[in-house]
Every structure is written in structure tokens, then in C-alpha cells.
């Protein structure tokens, strides 16, 4: 179990999910994971941000999709962001890269700085300029964020987009004849992106929390009234596997245990 209050500039830090049905998302990732929930104001009315907690360490969080976004029948989704030294920096030089604005920078009370960006790609992330609140306090410990993926057919355009706008490096590995793409912040392994992204799902980025059994894990999900986009498979040369899984309003996540 890693404590963490402090994040660098191009680590993943934190992610929430917006969705169409609090209560019964609330239920569902509680159930799966044990999380515990803490409703925050979000400075907007009565609307509230639902934090979630392994015992006392803040992992990730949710809230009400906005009326816009329902109406253009966005569905529900996770969403991470990444740490960056100067928000508005980061949108500016994410601009120069092909990229595209989707929310210009705005303070998150005394918490932060954020927007969200689209790669040339059309998968979005957001970033954050911390405050007061660095982001998730908490890593390598069941119901804690532990890989994030980006499902992409565009590799190409993906990857010049990620290397120049947070100065990552990528290596090409070889899984047991399997081709993925890992990105990397210096010497340390942050993220990946495989050559052929899973059909059913967008361009979009892939957050994975570590469990303690892939495989049951995929079974109570189904029971609570998720779904399999993929099954437990193992990761080849590793005693782990992964899986990606739907909550019942449909956003995808992935899951990664023994």
C-alpha cells in the first residue's frame, strides 16, 4: 500500500466517473469494491460530488452528468486526469499538438485547476493543476487505481500527441507475442495503449482498478448487474490478469488482480 500527496507533472493523479443514475452507480461500485462515499457540494446548487474512499484515503469519485450532456446523449463515463504544472499551458501546447479544448481551464474551488483536452484521436483526458487537493491518496492496494489504458485504432497520431504534450517516451513491448505500447514518465511506466483498440468501445481512455481475484471480481459484477466487455485473461508473462467490465448505466473500466 503507497500513501501518496503529491503527484509530477504527467503522472495520472485522479478520475471520476459521470453518470446517468448516482444512487444505483453508487450501489454498484460500493458492492464491487467496498468503497465507502462522502457527498461533497460542488459549488453548483444542490449538485454534489461523491467521493470514494478505501478506509480513510480518497481513491476517485462521481456526480450527475449535467443536463447538456444528457441531452446530447453523452453515455456515462470515467474519465482521469493527469497532473500538469500549468493548466492553461498544458491546453495551449495540447492545441499545438492536434488537439482540441473540450473545457477551457476553470478553478475547481480552492482544489485545483482543470480542463479537458481531446487527442487527435478523439479520446478526451483531463488535467489538473493541483491546490489544496493533489488527487488520489492512495495507490497498490485493492479499490486503488493501478493502470490506465488508451483505446485507440490511431497509434500513430496518439502517440506524437502524448510524447510532446507531457513528455512521455514510448517503448514498444512484446507479450507473449501479443504488440503493446507502454508509455513512460522518465524511468517509470505510467500508462499504455495496445495496437488493436477493443471494438465495442470509443476512443477513449481505460481506467483499471487492482483487485484481489480478476475472475470473481467479473462474476460479482455481472451479479450486481454489470457486464464483460472482455473476461478475466491472463497477462502473458505475468501471474495476473485483467478484464474489462460495464456498470449498469455502461461505462467501461477495466479491472487487474490475480
Given at each position: 500500500?503507497?500513501a501518496?500527496?503529491?503527484?509530477?507533472?504527467g503522472?495520472?493523479c485522479?478520475?471520476?466517473?459521470g453518470t446517468?443514475?448516482?444512487?444505483?452507480a453508487k450501489k454498484?461500485?460500493?458492492s464491487?469494491?467496498?468503497?465507502?462515499?462522502?457527498d461533497?457540494?460542488?459549488g453548483?446548487?444542490?449538485?454534489k460530488?461523491?467521493?470514494?474512499?478505501v478506509?480513510?484515503?480518497?481513491?476517485?469519485?462521481?456526480?450527475?452528468?449535467?443536463a447538456?450532456?444528457?441531452k446530447?446523449?453523452i453515455?456515462?463515463?470515467w474519465l482521469p486526469?493527469i497532473s500538469v504544472?500549468s493548466?492553461?499551458a498544458?491546453?495551449?501546447k495540447a492545441k499545438t499538438?492536434l488537439?482540441e479544448a473540450c473545457?477551457?481551464p476553470?478553478?475547481?474551488?480552492?482544489s485545483?485547476?482543470?480542463?479537458i483536452v481531446?487527442d487527435p484521436?478523439?479520446?478526451?483526458?483531463?488535467?489538473?493543476?493541483?491546490?489544496?487537493y493533489a488527487?488520489?491518496e492512495?495507490?497498490?492496494?485493492?479499490g486503488?487505481?493501478?493502470?490506465?489504458?488508451?483505446?485507440?485504432?490511431?497509434?500513430a497520431?496518439?502517440?506524437k500527441?502524448?510524447?510532446k504534450?507531457?513528455?512521455?517516451?514510448?517503448?514498444?513491448?512484446?507479450?507473449?507475442?501479443h504488440?503493446?505500447?507502454l508509455?513512460k514518465?522518465g524511468?517509470?511506466e505510467?500508462?499504455?495503449?495496445?495496437p488493436m483498440?477493443h471494438p465495442?468501445?470509443p476512443?477513449?481512455?481505460?481506467t483499471h482498478w487492482?483487485?484481489?481475484?480478476c475472475?470473481?471480481t467479473v462474476?460479482k459484477?455481472?451479479r450486481?448487474?454489470g457486464g464483460?466487455?472482455?473476461?478475466a485473461?491472463?497477462i502473458?508473462?505475468?501471474?495476473?490478469?485483467?478484464?474489462?467490465?460495464?456498470?449498469?448505466?455502461?461505462a467501461?473500466?477495466?479491472?487487474i488482480?490475480?
Amino acid at each position: 500500500m503507497t500513501a501518496k500527496n503529491k503527484y509530477s507533472p504527467g503522472e495520472f493523479c485522479w478520475t471520476d466517473l459521470g453518470t446517468t443514475n448516482v444512487v444505483a452507480a453508487k450501489k454498484f461500485y460500493q458492492s464491487l469494491f467496498g468503497w465507502k462515499v462522502t457527498d461533497v457540494p460542488m459549488g453548483m446548487g444542490d449538485a454534489k460530488y461523491s467521493m470514494f474512499s478505501v478506509g480513510s484515503k480518497k481513491v476517485c469519485a462521481l456526480y450527475s452528468l449535467p443536463a447538456e450532456k444528457r441531452k446530447s446523449k453523452i453515455p456515462p463515463f470515467w474519465l482521469p486526469y493527469i497532473s500538469v504544472k500549468s493548466v492553461d499551458a498544458t491546453v495551449r501546447k495540447a492545441k499545438t499538438a492536434l488537439g482540441e479544448a473540450c473545457m477551457p481551464p476553470m478553478n475547481i474551488l480552492d482544489s485545483g485547476r482543470m480542463a479537458i483536452v481531446q487527442d487527435p484521436s478523439n479520446a478526451v483526458i483531463a488535467l489538473w493543476q493541483a491546490k489544496t487537493y493533489a488527487g488520489a491518496e492512495l495507490t497498490d492496494k485493492p479499490g486503488a487505481v493501478c493502470w490506465h489504458d488508451l483505446n485507440t485504432s490511431n497509434t500513430a497520431a496518439a502517440s506524437k500527441f502524448y510524447t510532446k504534450v507531457f513528455g512521455w517516451t514510448m517503448e514498444d513491448k512484446d507479450f507473449g507475442g501479443h504488440d503493446y505500447h507502454l508509455f513512460k514518465l522518465g524511468s517509470d511506466e505510467v500508462c499504455g495503449m495496445c495496437p488493436m483498440p477493443h471494438p465495442k468501445l470509443p476512443p477513449c481512455w481505460l481506467t483499471h482498478w487492482e483487485v484481489e481475484k480478476c475472475a470473481k471480481t467479473v462474476t460479482k459484477a455481472k451479479r450486481l448487474g454489470g457486464g464483460a466487455l472482455m473476461p478475466a485473461t491472463q497477462i502473458a508473462g505475468m501471474d495476473m490478469s485483467f478484464a474489462v467490465l460495464t456498470d449498469p448505466q455502461g461505462a467501461a473500466f477495466g479491472i487487474i488482480g490475480a
